[in-house]
């Protein structure tokens, strides 16, 4: 027999581990959609969306720019990037491919941590569902997870949305060394994301994942109410 100041712990562990880890579950995964072909299309194919002014087609810019993001999601190396040439020309500098390095190292960390958080939901969601006595503590973990989640968001996101340039600039200096996100208006990089677009995919993420907050703390709530209600009967 496991001794009950044992078994308390380690629920609570559980618990602990579903709450601070589906946040990082939700964010994530909208992170993961926002870097498809498919939100890229429907992205530049808004008709608020600013052309570029140095030369690029519609098709040319969307082509470079989903390779950009293959480049980022997969483990490819910097010489698929630094072999592309547009009118006989490299398309990327020296610095843009340093970047681009970094910016492909902070996705495999985030979707390792992707990874990391699926394991824990699914290890502690398995832990606390398999006995009926600690099933209403899976639900409450998910419910207060979702509502971290959205506390999570909404701070981030007004402060995005209320100071768009500090936030930004902020936002790169935690990932990146100081001054190596910074490009010329006429670099390939901001020729093919431009600051609506990230301000657009900010937006999105933040939809995306009060979704999926709200949802978790619904169901949540709803779940353990009712399991609540059984154990009573």
Request: no cysteine.
């Amino acid at each position: 027999m496991v001794p009950v100041e044992r078994r308390y712990f380690v629920n609570k562990l559980a618990q602990i581990g579903i709450i601070i880890a589906l946040p990082f579950f939700l964010i994530i995964s909208a992170i993961r959609i926002l870097t498809s072909p498919q939100y890229l299309s429907f992205e530049y194919n808004k008709p608020a969306f600013p052309a570029d002014k140095y030369g690029f087609s519609m098709d040319e810019r969307r082509e470079i720019a989903i390779s950009s993001l293959k480049f980022v999601r997969e483990p490819l190396p910097i010489e698929f990037l630094g072999n592309q040439t547009y009118a006989g020309q490299p398309l990327f500098n020296e610095r843009e491919l340093g970047h681009m390095t970094d910016v492909q190292n902070v996705f495999r960390g985030a979707w390792s941590g992707w990874g990391i958080a699926t394991l824990i939901l699914f290890v502690s969601g398995v832990g606390l569902w398999i006995k009926p006595k600690t099933r209403s503590q899976l639900f409450q973990a998910i419910e207060i997870g979702g509502a971290v989640t959205v506390l999570a968001i909404i701070t981030v996101g007004t402060l995005a949305v209320i100071g768009w340039d500090s936030w930004f600039t902020a936002f790169h200096q935690l990932f990146f060394l100081p001054g190596s996100w910074l490009f010329s208006p006429a670099d390939t990089l901001i020729r093919l994301f431009p600051i609506k677009f990230w301000f657009d995919s900010v937006l999105l993420i933040s939809v995306l994942t009060l979704v999926g907050g709200f949802t978790a703390t619904y169901t949540g709530y709803k779940l353990r109410i009712r399991e609540v209600a059984q154990v009573k009967d």
